[in-house]
T-cell receptor
């Protein structure tokens, strides 16, 4: 009964490749997020979708493109992978828009290593 | 822009010692505050949260945190740590911008 799930858990790939990470939540939430955790464990928001609509798009290279086919899924596609993209990517969800009085629930993370 | 500071980057304690991890945020308006824990190789789990009301909040596994508005602080405490508390601890704040702003994390190592 995993609430927020991500696939794959680990991803090792070469520079220049294109890869996707998938996220699914079964909590019935309207809002989903992608966070990036760098090598120093610092977590930073990348994107947020509310009911399939993009509501947050931080300063992220346009090689990163989120896609939300429905409100239970938020995938992250990365083109032309670079060494600096190596990180742990966390998906999260919350009930309605990420406003105050909401709690975000996180997935297990996808550890991406670009060689 | 809001920010969150966790001044203790790495804390080493013996079992049964008391724990206090500092968290300060910079934002003058209403905030929601969270502590998340990340056990080795695992995902972020919510320890506790503060939305309003009693500034002393209790979470899971014997953790508690106190919101002191005048000090912009939300420190995490536990009276007696266990080896299983070894993990990374993250303080986070929601100021209504629809995403959490995290601190840089505190690595807690509990020695048996």
């Amino acid at each position: 009964d995993t609430a927020v799930s991500q696939t794959p858990k680990y991803l090792v790939t070469q520079m220049g490749n294109d890869k996707s990470i998938k996220c699914e939540q079964n909590l019935g939430h309207d809002t989903m997020y992608w966070y990036k955790q760098d090598s120093k464990k610092f977590l930073k928001i990348m994107f947020s979708y509310n009911n399939k609509e993009l509501i947050i798009n931080e300063t992220v290279p346009n090689r990163f493109s989120p896609k939300s086919p429905d409100k239970a899924h938020l995938n992250l596609h990365i083109n032309s992978l670079e060494l600096g993209d190596s990180a742990v990517y966390f998906c999260a969800s919350s009930q309605a828009g990420g406003r105050m009085l909401e709690t975000q629930y996180f997935g297990p993370g996808t550890r991406l290593l670009v060689l | 822009a809001q920010s969150v500071s966790q001044h203790n980057h790495h804390v080493i304690l013996s079992e049964a010692a008391s724990l206090e991890l500092g968290c300060n945020y910079s934002y003058g308006g209403t905030v929601n505050l969270f502590w998340y824990v990340q056990y080795p190789g695992q995902h972020l789990q919510l320890l506790l949260k503060y939305f309003s009301g009693d500034p002393l909040v209790k979470g899971i596994k014997g953790f508690e945190a106190e919101f002191i508005k005048s000090k912009f602080s939300f420190n995490l405490r536990k009276p007696s740590v266990q080896w299983s508390d070894t993990a990374e601890y993250f303080c986070a704040v929601n100021t209504g911008r629809r995403a959490l702003t995290f601190g840089s994390g505190t690595r807690l190592q509990v020695q048996p």
